[in-house]
């Protein structure tokens, strides 16, 4: 099995990066290049860690997803396989 990881994004908490980093952006985006596996840093940022908790729920070992309310919203424009989406890793 071939697994497509990007191991460290920051979010938009971090210096010197865009606002729309937001949680439900990156997957969104990652999922539209092929990216199966998203690893986050900065969630020691009290603010994130509050978002990552409120927006992504458990999926495999170890990995999140975004909760369906999430991402019904904003996967719309990109034509997604549901059965597949992009999983997130909470890494520093």
Do not use: C
Not at 26 to 42: P, R, S
């Amino acid at each position: 099995m071939r697994i497509i990881a990007d191991f460290h994004i920051h979010s938009r908490y971090s210096r010197a990066t865009s606002k729309e980093m937001e949680v439900e952006t990156l997957a969104k985006w990652a999922g539209w290049k092929g990216i199966d596996i998203l690893g986050t840093g900065d969630f020691t940022h009290p603010a994130y860690f509050s978002e990552l908790k409120e927006k992504l729920e458990p999926a495999e070992a170890g990995l999140l997803k975004l909760k369906r309310s999430n991402d019904q919203v904003r996967f719309n424009d990109f034509p997604l396989d549901p059965q597949s989406p992009t999983r997130v890793s909470i890494s520093s």
